[in-house]
T-cell receptor, first 109, second 114 residues
């Protein structure tokens, strides 16, 4: 079957770095996506990886290893506003998104 | 502001009521989606429309009935719902079905079924 695993909840300190891991199993693969969702708000697109390696976008970076079925989202210089849920999703060969249940990130001062 | 607007934001209904959720996108996209989001569960894709044609119905019960009159508007008609249907219903759009990974979501309609 198709599956996405990511931690349910993580806690980090303001100013620090946190890495949110995601492993996936899909029928075929057409990319790995990360979304951010603040409580009571719409999910917003953060990043897309289809080739192995690291994609950097400001304080956020996303990494993909296709051979390991593994991705992570790296958040640097954490700010209180980064408290949110982070959703990992993999696209299968039919261009369907398979979603994880999300990781709730709590930032403490 | 994501360019996707959903109304109402909150809805409480009894099991015998009929109501509708509305979604409008101002992005010029061709594909629109309904998702169900329940606490601590992955997003569940319900329906996909591409150029107004339904291309996906993920075994959704018939008490949920979608309607897509044009590429900018999407409705979800609700009737005789069950308490387990209480959830956040998210509408999303993308440029096309092949760009389904980069979705623009509305803020959702929080549905409570009594």
């Amino acid at each position: 079957g198709q599956n996405i695993d990511q931690p349910t909840e993580m806690t980090a300190t303001e100013g620090a770095i946190v890495q949110i891991n995601c492993t996936y199993q899909t029928s075929g693969f057409n990319g790995l996506f990360w979304y951010q969702q603040h409580a009571g708000e719409a999910p917003t697109f953060l990043s897309y990886n289809v080739l192995d390696g690291l994609e950097e976008k400001g304080r956020f970076s996303s990494f993909l290893s296709r051979s390991k079925g593994y991705s992570y989202l790296l958040l640097k210089e954490l700010q209180m506003k980064d408290s949110a849920s982070y959703l990992c999703a993999a696209m299968d060969s039919n261009y369907q998104l398979i979603w994880g249940a999300g990781t709730k990130l709590i930032i403490k001062p | 502001e994501t360019g996707v607007t959903q109304t109402p934001r909150h809805l409480v209904m009894g099991m015998t009521n009929k109501k509708s959720l509305k979604c409008e996108q101002h992005l010029g996209h061709n594909a629109m989606y309904w998702y169900k989001q329940s606490a601590k569960k992955p997003l569940e894709l319900m329906f996909v429309y591409n150029f107004k044609e339904q291309t996906e119905n993920n075994s959704v019960p018939s008490r949920f009935s979608p309607e897509c009159p044009n590429s900018s508007h999407l409705f979800l008609h609700l009737h005789t719902l069950q308490p387990e249907d209480s959830a956040l219903y998210l509408c999303a759009s993308s440029q096309g079905e092949l760009e389904a990974g980069e979705l623009f979501f509305g803020e959702g309609s929080r549905l409570t079924v009594l």
